[in-house]
Every structure is written in C-alpha cells, then in structure tokens.
C-alpha cells in the first residue's frame, strides 16, 4: 500500500459513518437550535425570527412546567432504583448458586422485549379488577383500582414499569465487572478477616464506579427519552399526572403542529440533559478508580 494514500484511505474508511453522524445527529440539532428562534410557518406565511419568544413562553405553559417536574422526579426514582436492583442481580447471578444461568436468562429477558409489548404487558397487570395488581388486592379483600387513571398513582406505574424493564440490560456490566475483578482480592480479603459487607464496601464498590458512571449515564438518558410507554399507557393522563417532557414535545410538534414551540422545547430537553451528564462526570470524577 502507497503510504502517501493511507491518510485518504483513512478518511475514506470513516466518511460512511461521519456521514450518517453529521446527516441524523449534529445537522438536526444544529436545525433545531436555529428553528427555536423562529416563528412556525402557517400555510403561504413564512417564518420569522421571535427571538427568545417561543423561551418565554415556557415560564407561563403550565403544562410544560408540570411536564418537566414529572421528568425530574422520573429521573429522581428510576435511575437510583434501577442501578441498586441491577446491582443487586448481578451480585446474585455472579454467585456460586446453582441454576444461575437460567436467573441471568430471566433477568435479562425483559430486557429483549419490546417497548410496545411490554407496555401492553403492563396494561393487563394494571387493569381495574381484572388485572393482576387488583386481583391479588382481592386475595386480601380489597377493592380494584383504577392505577393508570389515579393521578396519585400514575407516574408511579410507569415507574416501576421502567425499572423492571432496564435493571435487566444494567445488570449485564455490572455482572462483566464483577466477573474481571482479581479473585485474589477476596482471598486477601478473608485473610484479613474482612466480612462480605465490609469487601462489598470496601473494595467491590469503589472498583464499580467506573461501571456505575456508565450505568447512570445511560439511565439518566433513558428517563428523559422515555415516550412509548407513554402513548400506550396513559397518554400524559390523567391531567398531565403522567405527562413526561419528550412526551409533551411530541404532543407539541406532531399533534398541534408548532413546530417552533417544540423545537424551543427540545432545546431546554437537551441543554438540560448535557448539564445533568457534566455535573455527573465532575461529581464522580474523584470517586472513581480505574484498575
């Protein structure tokens, strides 16, 4: 091979994938960014530049505000409750217990399932009197509820719906941690009379973080792109009880058509996403060990 050519060669090699970044990742935010400040175009009226308009809109859009508080306490209970439980099967399944193959079967199939089959899957457990939830209640006397259509109750389903399907994908790097750390580490361990807390504590945990930042990253990703269950489950409903911010963008973008309003949306969903992951990385960034 002509060395003076490898460089071309190279960019060659890497323009299929730049390509497709740039075309669905870095030209769409840029768009979105530039439509915020525009006007929706409405039939032969073009758009015009609003400047900050479609920004402060937001602080007066009840809707936007509850949309976003649903989110933050979305993101507040299921990105801690799906790393303890992924944690917590890994541990489980990387154990000497027999038939641990099988429990990493179980655990993980939820996991391949799809969205919209999980969903319905759910749907069937919450229904009112019919479904599993009311139907244990009724073992103890209790009368159904509606869970999907009590405010109080809404988000919470989703909630437990969003942990039981993501703990499964966390729990397979947590498991690939556990299973690249030096058994001589436990070994040392006991000949110092550690217990299995104090090793948990001690040196498993720390040697984790990596993984855990991992781990958050993506589940914190995932608890703002939530938008399927949604749809299926409750529709935002009831009375933006369950109402999640991508959610309300779609809504804003594809159902009423303001497609400047959504793209101001997407915007703050975004700024607020990358202010989230920095603080993350600065906050953990002196409690993690790499080996």
């Known amino acids: 091979m002509n060395l003076r050519f490898a460089p071309v060669q190279g960019w060659l090699l890497l323009l299929p994938a730049v390509v497709l970044l740039v075309a669905f990742t870095h030209y769409p935010a840029v768009a979105t960014f530039f439509h915020s400040f525009f006007s929706t175009p409405v039939g032969a009226r073009p758009a015009v530049f609003v400047g900050l308009e479609n920004y402060a809109v937001m602080l007066d859009d009840p809707v936007f505000l509850t949309s976003l508080w649903n989110s933050a ?27 641990k193959a099988w429990m990493r079967l179980s655990f993980f199939l939820p996991t391949m399932l799809p ?65 690249q750390m030096d058994p001589a580490l436990r070994e040392a361990a006991t000949l110092e009379g550690a217990g299995r807390w104090t090793f948990f504590r001690r040196v498993t945990w720390p040697l984790l973080m990596p993984t855990t930042l991992f781990v958050m990253i993506n589940a914190l990703i995932n608890s703002f792109r939530l938008i399927d269950h949604v749809i299926v489950m409750t529709r935002g409903g009831p009375d933006n009880a369950s109402n999640l911010l991508l959610h309300y963008i779609y809504n804003v973008g594809f159902k009423y058509w303001d497609t400047a309003y959504a793209s101001a949306l997407t915007v703050v969903l975004l700024a607020l996403m990358a202010i989230l992951a920095f603080v993350q990385f600065a906050w953990m960034d002196k409690k993690v060990h790499y080996q």
């Open 73 to 99: 306490i979305y993101a507040l209970v299921t990105v801690p409750a799906a790393i303890v439980l992924a944690l917590g099967l890994a541990l489980i399944v990387n154990s000497g217990m027999r038939g």
């Open 115 to 179: 969205l919209i089959a999980v969903a319905n899957i759910w749907l069937f457990f919450y229904t009112p009197d019919y479904g599993l939830l009311d139907q244990l209640r009724s073992l103890a006397g209790l009368t159904g509820k509606n869970w999907l259509g009590d405010p109080s109750t809404a988000l919470a389903c989703l909630m437990v719906l969003a942990v039981w399907k993501e703990a499964g994908f966390f729990m397979i790097f947590y498991l690939a941690a556990l299973q």
